[in-house]
């Protein structure tokens, strides 16, 4: 790689992430400031200071202001983008109209701010000028979003407006959802005027929370967090075979947990990591798939996600630990399984790794330090936890005063052990020796870096009978002003323990990193502030026409009600999606659009699907666009280090990522995987199931397990893997899962029903826009004892036997079965909506028991290519 390679990757950044304009120093220093301003007014609004100033002055808008975020943050992510990418190639000036879109753009997201008590006192009654601003603000967001993300998202969100405007036009349209369409009017004030559509939840998480976590991480990889991820990554694997690979794999899952985009985590690491991997032997375009593959599965890690994590809380209602829980294990499976390809790959090309000065550490001490590593994080955490009770009945609710102290002085502690090693600086992976560092002073070298990661997964997670969990807005705060006193101070703190004399360069070099981590983190959230904008059209048109009715049908219809089917479309729309759209905006319109169709189908097949495991499964697939050629951007900023053809690369990358596609179906089939309903040691039993399934998997993806593997021995072990995932499968074809009951047989079983066992209610009733007659599966699970009629009527649900059929009536508002019944099927039709019958589980022997047929075929694969392999595994 040579200098020129590396600027075309990171002008790629440039241009797809942060903005490409070189407009001469004027607007250089006005891009500047208005980032470092809107990064301060996000933790202005974050922190506690618009209270304490409103009480202290009086002034309510101290207070308001917070109210009305999300109107200044889409100001600045308009402005932004306008200023800081060209459209019509004025790559190096700022002409008039861009100057005029900026000032049209700022007045009409501040005008709902001006004017907002009197637009409260006319909710839907909008004036002219509400609607002359409303037409001004969505036309600049539009021009906004194809500046900074390219066309795909504004033809998008254009159809949807074609939509709510024309679609009461169109008789199919309003047989299937009865929408009569809206005015000019009517819809400019439900996409700009309320909270309905732009300004949503899409864009309030923004606000909230992604922005923090964006910034949080800019800031640490400003101070040198980032490149210590990497060279510790090194340190620990490069000297292994395929070492700087399996690096690349293991720094980008670091530095993926807090950066939300997939390009710029591919330069960040691939910088280093691509031209090592050639250097060992992996061809351009494998050194640079294996960092796509890489970075853009960094999405997948908690806690950022690609923002998506936080998004998920609001859309699925769940607490953002819940969400963090069902991430957790299929990141790491992934990760791990991309280590083994990795390793697979290079078995096959007879690779080595870097030569590494002092010990050589093998496969077995990197698996105990890591896991040493994770223990004593945990040991750590209990012993604050127990010396925070312990204070607790002498400081009620102030333990956090003396909890600082010890944080304090363990930063402290770091800084005086990291000041007795050199800094860890950023190698040239492009000199004539490259060796691995060591270990040791790597990771002390740096390991101060690790206290604010400490800091924010301790307000996420940690909670106890005195310590509330914070929310996700809260911790990233504190996290993000703990890694601004890391910033800051790091530098001059390690040069006094030195006895350095430059103490005020330090410091200078310091304020530097804080600066620009401010000046970085606003300009990453340029393309995620309008991205979510824009989403928030589709969304807004699906609250005001119905349009999800659409496609639902159009979908269903395609595939006749198979589920199978149905995931594969909704795959392959979240795949082509993704190609032109970042993975918040792609999850955002496909989550929006089909997660309540896959929902339905499956349960009018039977199958009941948890939400969370319907996003999860959207939200992979976006991920896997960014490495899907012929637009993965992902793979053309590798292919611009690596040297080497991007459509090759995103192919070879794709390849890699085949055992990321495999997981979301996995877990819509079998939800232990998102660790639903699962206690500890069955999780640990499901983890390491679970992995090696996968690892068979991917050896079967590269043909190669101990030996090159035949045919017939794929096969083999694509059955392992298949019983590994689904063991329940094979019992289903021996055992009965459920028994049946229908007419009074039915009620009989929901009466003799355990109290928190669950049965299967299966309800026939005519569709509400259509009367055909339809079915759907719920759940049902008493809360006491009774008979079945108290039983049903504590949920809500009202049952008259009548002739062997048990009549249902619409269930009451607010009651559980409200929505998933009311809202779809009609209880007042000629045929009559009923209890059709009720599936009770069977007692029957464990499925884990399948376990150990598949784990023998394995033993016997393994057997049998021992003889041919010709070289050792590690």
Known sequence: MNEA??????????????????????????????????????????????????????????????????????????????????????????????????ALGTSACLYLIVFRFEIADRPGLWTTTDVVMSAIGMTVLMIAVFRSLGLPLVIIGSMFLALAFFGGYSEWVGSITNYGGASFSKAMGHYWMQTEGVFGVALGVSTSMIFLFVLFGALLEKAGGGNWFIKVAISMLGALRGGPAKAAVLSSMMTGMISGSSIANTVTTGTFTIPLMKRIGFSPEKAGAVEVASSTNGQLTPPVMGAAAFLMVEYVNIPYIEVVKHAFLPAVISYIALLYIVHLESLKMGLQGLKKPGRHIGV???????????????????????????????????????????????????????????????????????????????????????????????????????????????????????????????????????????????????????????????RNMIGIGVATGAAGIIVGTISLTGAHQIIGQVIEVISGGNLIILLILVAVLSLVLGMG??????????????????????????????????????????ILADDTPPVGLAAYAAAAISRGDPIKTGLIGFSYDIRTALLPFMFIFNTDLLLIDVGPLKAIMVFFISLIAMLVFAAVTQGYFIAKTRKW????????????????????????????????????ALEELPVGSSARLRISAPDFDTGIVGATTVTFSPDAEGSSEERLRAAGLTVIENNGLLTLEEPFPGTPYFETLANDYDFYGDEPAQIASVAVENERMAKELFFIPALLLLLMIVAIQRPRATQPAF
């Open 713 to 748: 021995e794929a096969a083999v072990m694509m059955v392992v893997v298949f019983m590994l995932f689904r063991p329940d499968f094979f019992l289903d074809q021996w055992q009965d899962k459920y028994t049946h009951y229908t007419g009074p047989a039915a009620l009989t």
């Open 581 to 622: 759209l970042p993975t918040t905006a792609n999850y955002i319109v496909v989550s929006s659009l089909m997660a309540p169709v896959i929902v339905s189908v499956g349960a009018q097949s039977g199958l009941i699907v948890p939400l969370i495991a319907v996003h999860m499964f959207v939200f992979y697939f976006g």
């Open 5 to 102: 390679a590396t600027r075309s990757a990171e002008d790629m950044v440039a241009e797809a992430d942060t903005g490409a304009r070189n407009a001469g120093e004027f607007a250089s220093r006005l891009i500047f400031g208005l980032c470092i301003a809107w990064s301060i007014f996000q933790l202005y609004i974050a922190s506690k200071l618009p209270g304490v100033l409103a009480q202290a002055t009086g002034i309510s808008m101290m207070a308001n202001i917070v109210a009305q975020a999300r109107y200044v943050h889409l100001a600045f992510a308009i402005v932004l983008a306008t200023l800081a990418f060209p459209m019509f190639g004025h790559r190096n000036r700022i002409p008039l109209y861009d100057w005029a879109l900026v």
């Open 364 to 522: 077995l001490m990197i698996l105990i330090l890591m896991i040493t590593g994770f223990l004593g994080m945990a040991v750590i955490t209990f012993l604050v936890i127990g010396f925070r009770a312990m204070l607790e009945p002498m400081m009620p609710g102030a333990t956090v005063y003396p909890a600082l102290v010890l944080l304090a002085a363990a930063y402290l502690g770091l800084l005086y052990v990291a000041a007795k090693y050199p800094d860890i600086e950023v190698d040239d992976p492009n000199a004539k020796a490259v060796t691995a560092p060591r270990l040791t002073p790597t990771f002390l070298g740096g390991a101060y870096f690790a206290l604010p990661i400490f800091v924010l997964v301790w307000n996420l997670m940690v909670r106890t009978e005195h310590l509330d969990r914070l929310s996700p807005a809260l911790s990233a705060f504190w996290a993000t002003v703990t890694m601004i006193l890391v910033a800051v101070t790091h530098r001059p703190i390690k040069a006094i323990f030195r006895g350095e004399s430059d103490l005020a360069n330090q410091m200078l070099a310091g304020l530097k990193e804080f600066v620009a981590g401010l000046e970085g983190g606003a």
